[in-house]
């Protein structure tokens, strides 16, 4: 008797469990074929071994063979009714997980933003610090400590947003030099990139623009290592390829001053309409620190010397990518941003 008892509670162990697994109808349909089938059902033999138990037993295990049939009954027209209003659900708007999903759409790094990574990094490997400061900034940082005097062209009201007599938008970065110098002892190298604002607007023009400074100070700092820094960092950006030229120029801030060219990088040198026929394209303005700057700062320029430059970050790009309007860099033109996914 125990042993029919104990089948009758196996079998609805096993049945929860089986039931637990199911996940479709034609799955619950051959659960139900083998627990109630008419001939060989789980629980159609429990029934048939009724008959050999003992008289007297046979009422009470007779009744918890029926309650195991009711159970089962009951549970797997729950189950159905489940799968189905599921399947309904599926059917009618509801979620269908077997549907392909929606790729939310990525988005990419601003073609700027790819390029201003780049020249970081490359200066990073040479051990470059990377600092910044305000784009709101006095007159005496973005102008005086530079030795550029009250009547220097560069501080026209043309060129210059005037905040108050005082307070201008910063017109480069080289703002940062005089505060990283106030803030430090040498010897240091930095990169300082970031936004700057001049009354300036055609297509390589932008009133709002982004420059890259360099500022190496310490004993010794020589013009030699001005070019070599610039050297390799110009063939490492448009490749071993790429040949540099200085032209003599002028910065207040930097004697001897030194525009920087790099070989055409859309002819290779030989002459073509981007360069203008010249085979060269400018790209930096540089030179060694002035001992006036050093002076303004209190550093000794007896006993230190250093070298600084200063690079467009769009027209890097411009010249990178082939792009002739500046403007495309901030109309945010979908079609023109995706290129550079
Ligand atoms: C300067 O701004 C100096 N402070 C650079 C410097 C730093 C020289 C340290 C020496 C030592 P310049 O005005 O030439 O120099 O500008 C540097 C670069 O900024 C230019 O070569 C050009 O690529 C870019 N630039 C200038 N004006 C604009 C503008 N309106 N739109 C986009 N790029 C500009």
């Not at 048939?48 to 195991?68: C, F, I």
């Not at 009954?73 to 997980?97: H, M, P, Q, V, Y």
């Not at 005037?162 to 190298?189: A, C, G, W």
């Not at 623009?209 to 700092?221: K, T």
């Amino acid at each position: 008797m125990s042993d029919l008892k104990a089948r009758i509670q196996g079998v609805r162990d096993t049945f929860n469990e089986a039931l637990g697994h199911v996940e479709g109808l034609n799955a619950l349909e051959e659960l139900k074929n083998r627990y109630l089938g008419r001939k060989r059902g789980i629980v159609k033999e429990l029934l048939t071994d009724l008959r050999s138990v003992p008289k007297e037993l046979r009422p009470e295990l007779g009744q918890a063979v029926n309650r195991l049939k009711q159970a089962v009954e009951t549970a797997l027209a729950e189950k159905f009714e489940a799968l189905k209003s599921g399947e309904a659900n599926s059917r009618e708007g509801g979620i269908d997980l077997t549907l392909p999903g929606i790729a939310p759409e990525l988005g990419a790094l601003h073609p700027l933003n790819v390029v201003n990574r780049d020249l970081i990094r490359i200066f990073e490997r040479m051990g470059y610090e990377v600092a910044g400061a305000s784009e709101i900034e006095t007159d005496f940082y973005n102008f005086e400590a530079l030795g550029i005097s009250k009547d220097h062209p560069a501080r026209d009201m043309q060129d210059t947003f005037y905040i108050s007599d005082d307070v201008v938008l910063r017109t480069h970065t080289s703002n940062v030099q005089i505060h990283l110098m106030e803030n430090r002892k040498p010897p240091f190298k930095a990169i300082m990139p970031g936004r700057v604002y001049r009354k300036d607007a055609d297509i390589t023009h932008s009133p709002m623009f982004h420059q890259v400074e360099g500022l190496v100070v310490g004993e010794h700092v020589t013009f030699t290592d001005l070019k070599g820094t610039l050297e390799h960092f110009l063939k490492k950006l448009f490749g071993t390829q790429t040949k540099m030229r200085l032209r003599p120029s002028f910065f207040p801030f930097t004697e001897p001053s030194a525009e920087v060219d790099v070989s055409c990088i859309m002819c290779g040198g030989k002459g073509c309409r981007v360069c203008k026929n010249s085979g060269w394209l400018e790209i930096l303005g540089a030179g060694m620190v002035d001992p006036v700057v050093f002076g303004n700062v209190g550093y000794d320029p007896e006993t230190v010397s250093g070298f600084a430059f200063g690079l467009g970050v769009e027209r890097v790009a411009m010249l990178k990518y082939g792009i002739s309007d500046i403007r495309m860099f901030f109309d945010n033109d979908l079609r023109f941003l995706s290129q550079f996914n």
